[in-house]
C-alpha cells in the first residue's frame, strides 16, 4: 500500500493505480474483496468521494465489480487487462522518458541494447 | 411556538433562576455574617434583626444585579447564544424571560422573609421590584451602546449605573417609608409612579428590541 | 440535497466593502474547503452566510426559504468559530462545562456521548475557564461543539489554528469519519491548507471581498500547471495563458498557469508539473502577470 499520496498525480487516479498495482503484485488476488471507500478515506484521510472517484474508474474499467450489500471485488481476468492497457501504455509512460533521457546524455541505441541484456541476465 | 424558541425561553428562564439563587447565596452570606459579627442577645434575635436590613440590601441588589446582568447580555451571554444559533427575537424574548424570573424569584424569597419576620414595608419591596424591572431593559440598551466603546468607559459606566441605583434606591425607600408612617400605603403617587415605570419600562423594551434587531456575534 | 444559497452579498462597514457582490452556493453532503487570506472576508461571508451577521445587501436561502431569523433554517446550521477568551469587560470567566451546555441547550440534534467522547479525545478539563485555555484548547472546544452539533451544516472557521500536528491529523481523521456516517455537509476554512486539501471536495477561493474560484477542487487542479525551463521556452509555451508568480533564476524560469480549461500539451522544451491546492493558492497571491 502507499504510504503517502504525493503531489504529483489527482489522488483518485492515484488510488486506482495503488490498487491496480496491488492486483498486478499478486496482493490483491481475483474474487478477493478490495478496501471499501471508508476504509480509504480514512487510511489516507481524504474525501470519501475522492476514494470513490479512484474505485469507479475501475468498476468502469471492469478491473473491479460491486457485490450489493458486501462491498467492492477484484474482476476475474482484471489482472489481464490490467496488463494489457499498461502494455500499451508502456511506451508513453517509460520508453519514451528512457530515450529522451539517453539522448540528452550521449547514450546510443547500441548501449541501450546492451544495458537490457544485461538487466536480462541480472 | 418552534423547537429552537421554546429552547430559548427554557435556557433563559433557566439563567434568570440561576441568578436569583446567586444573588440570594449571596445575600444569606451577609445576613449570616451579620448576625454573627452583630450578636446582640441571642443569635436568633440578631437574625430577626437583621432580615429588615437584609430585606433591604436584597431589594437593592434586585435592582442594581438586574441593571448588571442586562448590562452583560448583548456583548456577552445573548452573544454567544447568537453564535449558537438563537434567533435575535428568541433573544429579546429570553431576556425578558430571564428578568422576569430573577426579579420576581428574588421578590418572593424576600416576600416570604418579610412576613415570616413580620416586616412591614411590603410596599418598599413593590417599588424595588417595579424599578428593578425596568432596569433590565435599560441595561440592555447600556450593554448594546458600549459594544464600541473600551473597556474603561464601560467600567465606568457600571459603576455610575450601581451608584445610580443605589441612590435612587435608597430615596424610594425613604420617601416611602415616610408616607407608610404617614397614612395609606395606596395613594396617587404610588400609582403615578407605578404607570410611569411601565411607561419607561415599555419604551425601554422597544428601543432594546430595535438594538437587538441588528446585532452580531461580538 | 439542499442547497445554502448566498445571493449578491455585499457588507460594509461604513465606507469599507467588506463583500462585494459575492454569490456562493454550498450544495448539502459535500466538504468545501474556504481559502483565503487574512482579511478577504472569509468569516464575514460565514457569518452572513448563518445569519449571524446582518448583510448589507443581499439574499440568504436554505432551499429556497430565508435564513435570517428562521427557526426552521438555523435548526440546519451550526457555525463554530472561536470564542474569545477575552470579552469587553474582562477575561472570559465562563467555564468550558457551561459553555458547552448553553450549546447542548440550542443544537437540537446535540449528541452528549459523542461530546463526551470528544472531550476525552481532545484531553480538555471542562472544569475549566475559558480565558485560562491556551490556544489548542480554544480550538479543541470549537470543534467539539461543531461535531457534537450534529447539524446538517457544519461550519468551521480556522478549526486548527493553535492545534499541534497531532491534534490536526485527529481532527482530519473526526471529519471523514463523521462524514462517513452521516454525510453531513462540512465548510472548513483554513491557512493550513495542504494538509486539508485532500479533505475538500470543492474549494472556494475568496480575495479582497470577491470569490475568485467556486469548484470542484479536482477540476480546479487539472487546469493548473507548473511550466519550467528555459525563459524564451517558457515565455513561448504560455503565451495566452493566465501566468501567476514567474521566478528566475538564472536562465531558468518557472511560472504557475492557471488555464481556462486542461492543457493537453505545452509543447517541448518546457518541463511541466501538477501544481497542489496550496502552491497554486501562493501563486494567485503573489500576483497575475499578464503578460510572460
Redesign the interface.
Known amino acids: 500500500m502507499l504510504d503517502n499520496l504525493g503531489e504529483d498525480k489527482s489522488i483518485y487516479l492515484q488510488i486506482s493505480e495503488m490498487i491496480e498495482d496491488e492486483i498486478l503484485r499478486g496482493i490483491l488476488n481475483e474474487e478477493e474483496q478490495v478496501p471499501s471507500t471508508t476504509e480509504l478515506s480514512k487510511f489516507y484521510k481524504i474525501n470519501p468521494a475522492t476514494a470513490a472517484k479512484g474505485i469507479n474508474i475501475l468498476v468502469d474499467k471492469e478491473v473491479l465489480y460491486k457485490k450489493r450489500g458486501i462491498g467492492m471485488f477484484v474482476q476475474t481476468g482484471a489482472k489481464g487487462k490490467i496488463i494489457e492497457e499498461r502494455k500499451k501504455n508502456f511506451y508513453e509512460t517509460f520508453v519514451k522518458k528512457i530515450i529522451t533521457e539517453a539522448k540528452l546524455i550521449g547514450i546510443d541505441k547500441q548501449e541501450l541494447k546492451k544495458m537490457i541484456d544485461q538487466s536480462n541476465e541480472e | 411556538m418552534?423547537?429552537?424558541?421554546k429552547?430559548?425561553a427554557?435556557?433563559y428562564f433557566v439563567q434568570g433562576t440561576k441568578q436569583a439563587l446567586f444573588v440570594l447565596a449571596f445575600l444569606a452570606m451577609i445576613t449570616v455574617l451579620n448576625c454573627l459579627v452583630f450578636v446582640d442577645g441571642s443569635v436568633m434575635d440578631s437574625l430577626m434583626d437583621n432580615i429588615g436590613s437584609s430585606i433591604r440590601y436584597g431589594s437593592y441588589m434586585i435592582v442594581l444585579c438586574n441593571f448588571m446582568f442586562s448590562v452583560?447580555g448583548p456583548?456577552?451571554y445573548d452573544s454567544?447564544?447568537?453564535?449558537?444559533?438563537?434567533?435575535?427575537?428568541d433573544i429579546f424574548i429570553g431576556e425578558m424571560i430571564k428578568q422576569v424570573m430573577f426579579v420576581l424569584s428574588d421578590f418572593i424569597v424576600l416576600i416570604a422573609l418579610a412576613t415570616v419576620a413580620k416586616q412591614e414595608y411590603i410596599i418598599v419591596l413593590i417599588g424595588f421590584v417595579v424599578l428593578g424591572l425596568v432596569m433590565g431593559p435599560l441595561g440592555l440598551i447600556v450593554g448594546h451602546k458600549?459594544?464600541r466603546i473600551?473597556?474603561i468607559v464601560?467600567?465606568v459606566t457600571i459603576m455610575v449605573g450601581a451608584f445610580f441605583s443605589a441612590m435612587l434606591s435608597n430615596i424610594i425607600a425613604m420617601r416611602t417609608e415616610a408616607f407608610i408612617t404617614e397614612g395609606c400605603p395606596v395613594t396617587g403617587v404610588v400609582i403615578g409612579f407605578i404607570i410611569v415605570a411601565a411607561v419607561l419600562y415599555t419604551l425601554f423594551e422597544f428601543w432594546a428590541y430595535n438594538l437587538n434587531k441588528?446585532s452580531?456575534?461580538? | 440535497m439542499s442547497i445554502l444559497s448566498g445571493k449578491n452579498i455585499v457588507k460594509s462597514y461604513g465606507k469599507e466593502n467588506v463583500l462585494k457582490n459575492v454569490s456562493v452556493e454550498i450544495e448539502t453532503g459535500k466538504i468545501y474547503g474556504l481559502i483565503g487570506r487574512n482579511g478577504a472576508g472569509k468569516t464575514t461571508l460565514l457569518?452572513i452566510l448563518?445569519a449571524?451577521?446582518?448583510a448589507s445587501q443581499g439574499e440568504i436561502t436554505l432551499d429556497g426559504k430565508p435564513v435570517w431569523?428562521?427557526?426552521?433554517s438555523?435548526?440546519h446550521?451550526?457555525?463554530s468559530?472561536e470564542?474569545?477568551p477575552v470579552?469587553?469587560?474582562?477575561p472570559?470567566t465562563?467555564k468550558v462545562k457551561e459553555?458547552l451546555a448553553?450549546?447542548r441547550?440550542?443544537?437540537?440534534n446535540w449528541d452528549e456521548a459523542y461530546a463526551k467522547e470528544l472531550i476525552k479525545l481532545f484531553n480538555i478539563d471542562i472544569k475549566k475557564r475559558i480565558s485560562k485555555l491556551s490556544k489548542g484548547m480554544l480550538s479543541a472546544v470549537t470543534i467539539i461543539?461543531a461535531l457534537a452539533s450534529k447539524a446538517d451544516i457544519t461550519i468551521l472557521d480556522e478549526p486548527v489554528a493553535g492545534l499541534d500536528v497531532v491534534a490536526r491529523e485527529q481532527f482530519y481523521k473526526l471529519v471523514i469519519e463523521e462524514y462517513s456516517e452521516t454525510g453531513r455537509t462540512f465548510i472548513i476554512s483554513t491557512h493550513i491548507i495542504e494538509e486539508a486539501a485532500s479533505l475538500f471536495e470543492k474549494i472556494i477561493i475568496i480575495d479582497k471581498g470577491e470569490i475568485k474560484y467556486q469548484e470542484n477542487l479536482d477540476e480546479l487542479l487539472s487546469r493548473a500547471y507548473r511550466v519550467s525551463g528555459d525563459t524564451d521556452a517558457v515565455d513561448k509555451a504560455t503565451e495566452g495563458f493566465k501566468i501567476y508568480n514567474p521566478e528566475s533564476l538564472g536562465r531558468n524560469k518557472v511560472v504557475t498557469v492557471l488555464a481556462d480549461k486542461p492543457v493537453e500539451s505545452f509543447g517541448e522544451g518546457v518541463q511541466v508539473e501538477p501544481v497542489s491546492l496550496q502552491n497554486l493558492f501562493y501563486a494567485m497571491c503573489m500576483g497575475e502577470r499578464k503578460e510572460a
Do not use: D, H
Open positions: 418552534g423547537e429552537l424558541s429552547r430559548a427554557k435556557y452583560y456583548n456577552w454567544i447564544a447568537l453564535s449558537l444559533g438563537c434567533r435575535r427575537k458600549i459594544k473600551g473597556r464601560v467600567l441588528k452580531m456575534v461580538v | 457569518s448563518t449571524q451577521n446582518p431569523e428562521n427557526e426552521e438555523l435548526s446550521i451550526c457555525y468559530r470564542i474569545s470579552t469587553m469587560f474582562g472570559n465562563l459553555y448553553t450549546a441547550a440550542f443544537y437540537i461543539v
